[in-house]
T-cell receptor
C-alpha cells in the first residue's frame, strides 16, 4: 500500500527565512510525486510535479528515491506563501494506479511578517 | 476555460434529508473522484470513476453513493446524511499522466 507522510501539521516561518516542507513516501512501484497548494478559501491547485523539474513561485522539490522523500523548499518565504500544502503520490506509468492520487495530511504554512 | 465545477458551494441540511452535490468537468477527462477534507485528516478519497458506468470505492465510502452516467458529470449522493458527514468536499478530474483539476469545494453542514 502506498503512503504519504507529512510530519508537520503546522510550520511557521518569518518572512525572508528559508522554508522546507517535508514529505516522505512509501511505495513499492515507480512513483510520481506532486505538491498541491490550497490558498485560503480556494481550490487545490498543482504547484509542482517531480517529472517537470521546474521551479514555481520560487519553490523547488527534488525526488530522493534513496530516502523516499520529496521535500518542498523555498529560499526566502513570502507572506503570500501562507497556505495549506499537500504532498501527493501516484503510480507513474500504467494501470488504474496512474490516476489515483494518495495525499498526505497536509502542512499549514504560516509566514510571519 | 478548463475547469471542474461543483454545486452548491455551501449547503446546510438536516439529518436524514437526501442531498446531491453535482460535479461537472469540461475537459473530457476519463477519471473523476470525490474527496472530503477534514482538519488534521487531510484529503480522503470517497469514490472514484475510471470512466462512464465504472465506479469504485475509495478510502471512506460509507454513507455515500455516486453515479457516472455521462463522462462529464459525477454527482455525489448522500441518501441519509448524518452530522459526521459535515465536511468540505472536493471533486477532481484528470486524464492519465496529467495533473488533477479540482473543483472549488462544497462546504456541507449536517445538523
Amino acid at each position: 500500500a502506498q503512503r504519504v507522510t507529512q510530519p508537520e501539521k503546522l510550520l511557521s516561518v518569518f518572512k525572508g527565512a528559508p522554508v522546507e516542507l517535508k514529505c516522505n513516501y512509501s511505495y513499492s512501484g515507480s512513483p510520481e510525486l506532486f505538491w498541491y497548494v490550497q490558498y485560503s478559501r480556494q481550490r487545490l491547485q498543482l504547484l509542482l510535479r517531480h517529472i517537470s523539474r521546474e521551479s514555481i513561485k520560487g519553490f523547488t522539490a527534488d525526488l530522493n528515491k534513496g530516502e523516499t522523500s520529496f521535500h518542498l523548499k523555498k529560499p526566502f518565504a513570502q507572506e503570500e506563501d501562507s497556505a495549506m500544502y499537500y504532498c501527493a503520490l501516484r503510480e507513474a506509468y500504467s494501470g488504474a494506479g496512474s490516476y489515483q492520487l494518495t495525499f498526505g495530511k497536509g502542512t499549514k504554512l504560516s509566514v510571519i511578517p | 476555460e478548463a475547469q471542474v465545477t461543483q454545486n452548491p458551494r455551501y449547503l446546510i441540511t438536516v439529518t436524514g434529508k437526501k442531498l446531491t452535490v453535482t460535479c461537472s468537468q469540461n475537459m473530457n477527462h476519463e477519471y473523476m473522484s470525490w474527496y472530503r477534507q477534514d482538519p488534521g485528516l487531510g484529503l480522503r478519497q470517497i469514490y472514484y470513476s475510471m470512466n462512464v458506468e465504472v465506479t469504485d470505492k475509495g478510502d471512506v465510502p460509507e454513507g455515500y453513493k455516486v453515479s457516472r452516467k455521462e463522462k462529464r458529470n459525477f454527482p455525489l449522493i448522500l441518501e441519509s446524511p448524518s452530522p459526521n458527514q459535515t465536511s468540505l468536499y472536493f471533486c477532481a478530474s484528470s486524464s492519465r499522466g496529467e495533473k488533477a483539476f479540482f473543483g472549488q469545494g462544497t462546504r456541507l453542514t449536517v445538523v
